[in-house]
Each structure stands twice: as C-alpha cells, then as structure tokens.
C-alpha cells in the first residue's frame, strides 16, 4: 500500500513538473512587471467583496506575476500598473532603464469571462506576456487561453484564485 502511494506521489510531482521552476542561464536576471488589463472590475460575488470594495484585474496580475517570477529566481526590481491604453514595448524599454533591469515583463489580461463561476468554478481567460529588453527587442511574447477550474467554495464566489492560477502557468511558460 505504502509503495503504491509512493509511486503515485512521484507520477504526480513529475506530471506537475512540466515547465521549468528557475530562471534559464542566460535569461535576463533583473526585471520589472508591467501589468495592464482589458478587462473591467468584476462587480463583487460576494456580501465580502460589497463590504471591501472590489480589487482591479490588473492589481491582481502585478502582484501574482511579481510572485510568480520571484519564485523562477527572477529579481523584480519594480512592479507597476498601466492605466489606461495597453502598454508598448516603448514603455517597456523606457521602464526597465528608469530602475536599471534587464528587461520588462509585460503581462495583459485580455479576456475574462465569469459566466461559468457560480455553477460551475469555472473561469476563461485570456492571458499575453511579453519581455522586453532594455533596449526595446522583444526577447519572447507567448499568450495563455483557457478555462482554469477550481472546486473550492471560495474560487466560485471569488475570480481572484483563477486569475492567479493563470497568470502562475503564464509565467511558467517564460524561457
């Protein structure tokens, strides 16, 4: 018994493992995060969410990718949040010379659908990411789609979990 869950555990951690947990030799080591989002604040879900206000999309993507590249060994020099249009690779090289990086990390929160989170933890999203180098070359841009599912109760009252949950497999996927 005790060998079956031992093999089980290990098939689960290799299958987990698919994208690489650090930082790749020769990837720019210092960056800053850009977030920007399309998306508009979702009215809240919950008696909570009226109470406390509703959080911005874009806050949540800063915050979760900072955390995201933090633990792939990246130094996050900075992390901000555009306001209005989406950002461009201009303001990218323009922000990775104002704190000294390597290059930006540009991640866009383009789509997110909520229809599906009450009945069924279910949310679509549509996540790009990019990173610019200091000198404005795109080094890499890839972008996320899918629906992310969770079956705890809060993730159903609660878009923030799949927003998190997206913006951690994003961040996975950069070399």
């Given at each position: ?8 555990l290990l098939c689960l951690t290799a299958a987990c493992a698919g994208a690489p947990s650090v930082r ?22 919950s008696l909570t969410g009226q109470l406390s206000g509703g959080e911005d999309p874009r806050d949540v ?15 996050v020099m900075a992390v901000e949040t555009a306001m209005g249009p989406l950002p461009s690779v201009e ?85």
């Amino acid at each position: 018994m005790r060998a079956f869950l031992l093999v089980t555990l290990l098939c689960l951690t290799a299958a987990c493992a698919g994208a690489p947990s650090v930082r790749p030799e020769g990837a720019p080591s210092r960056v800053v995060v850009l977030a920007a989002s399309r998306v508009p604040r979702p009215p809240p879900q919950s008696l909570t969410g009226q109470l406390s206000g509703g959080e911005d999309p874009r806050d949540v993507v800063a915050r979760v990718g900072a955390e995201a590249l933090r633990s792939r060994g990246f130094e996050v020099m900075a992390v901000e949040t555009a306001m209005g249009p989406l950002p461009s690779v201009e303001q990218a090289r323009a922000l990775a010379h104002q704190y000294g990086a390597e290059a930006t990390v540009l991640l866009v929160l383009t789509h997110m659908d909520l229809s599906a989170l009450r009945p069924l933890g279910q949310v679509n999203l549509e996540l790009e990411l990019s990173l610019v180098d200091a000198d404005g070359r795109v080094l890499w841009s890839g972008a996320h789609r899918g629906a992310t599912s969770q079956n705890l109760y809060r993730a159903r009252t609660n878009w923030r979990s799949h927003v998190r949950q997206a913006v951690i497999e994003t961040i996975r996927e950069l070399p």
